[in-house]
Nanobody, 127 residues
Framework: QVALVEFGGGLVQTGGSLRLSCAAS????????IGWFRQAPGKGREMIAG????????HYADSVKGRFTISRDNAREMVYLEMNSLKPEDTGVYYC????????????????????WGQGTQVTVSS
């Protein structure tokens, strides 16, 4: 079992930056791949970034490559998403999620592969 909660969403102008945090509880967190997903109103959840348990492998959606950085601190049971050069199309609810297959070598991109989800945090980027 693992519980996740997100912090750091807010309102920002185009070109601005935000850092999202995901705080975890549960001893198995350090063995799980973690993903950040975005959901816009009326749309499904899309993976924007993911990181394996070791932190050595990451995945980014094409739309955020070069602008967003995912990282994790297993000792503190935290995962971060640094978002720079924000655009209006980045707007949505951002969710932190965990895949409970231990020590995956890659990052699954389908929401159905993730077993535990946070409550979400709203990010709004104004034009």
């Amino acid at each position: 079992q693992v519980a996740l909660v997100e912090f750091g969403g807010g309102l920002v102008q185009t070109g601005g930056s935000l850092r999202l945090s995901c705080a975890a509880s549960g001893d198995t967190f350090t063995t799980y791949t973690i993903g950040w997903f975005r959901q816009a109103p009326g749309k499904g959840r899309e993976m924007i970034a993911g990181v394996t348990a070791s932190g050595r492998n990451t995945h980014y959606a094409d739309s955020v490559k070069g602008r967003f950085t995912i990282s994790r601190d297993n000792a503190r049971e935290m995962v971060y998403l640094e978002m720079n050069s924000l655009k209006p199309e980045d707007t949505g609810v951002y969710y932190c999620a965990a895949n409970n297959a231990r020590y995956l070598l890659g990052v699954p991109t389908s929401p159905s592969r993730y077993n535990y989800w946070g409550q979400g945090t709203q990010v709004t980027v104004s034009s």
